[in-house]
Nanobody, 125 residues
């Protein structure tokens, strides 16, 4: 069963840093792209950053220059280094994976999209 598990969220003061991690598990063969979304209270979910298996990255304008997404293909893990955090970054951060190929032991299957349960980030003094 394909699963995504985020970690690294917590409470941090304005100007501080956090590093989020997301592990994709479940007999993974390959994935096309992974990324981070966030949803603040009362707001719609928005994309934060994304990375392809080839290493190409994209960022929301609001986090460019402050956040860095990176990946370890061998570990099927991505990271989000968040620096110079502000209260506006407070949200639940979700990891997503797109076009994931995995083995059932008998055949290869591909799922289009998977989501983690989220990890909360609170930026407050």
């Amino acid at each position: 069963q394909v699963q995504l598990e985020e970690s690294g969220g917590g409470l941090v003061q304005p100007g501080g840093s956090l590093r989020l991690s997301c592990v994709l598990s479940g007999n993974i063969v390959s994935w096309n792209a992974m990324g981070w979304y966030r949803q603040a209270a009362g707001k719609t979910r928005e994309q934060v950053a994304g990375i392809t298996s080839g290493g190409s990255t994209i960022y929301a304008d609001s986090v460019k220059g402050r956040f860095t997404i990176s990946g370890d293909n061998a570990k099927n893990t991505i990271y989000l280094q968040m620096n110079r955090l502000s209260p506006e970054d407070t949200a639940v951060y979700y990891c997503t994976a797109v076009r994931v190929t995995y083995s059932t032991g008998q055949e290869l299957l591909q799922g289009m999209e998977y989501w983690g349960k989220g990890t909360p980030v609170t930026v407050s003094s």
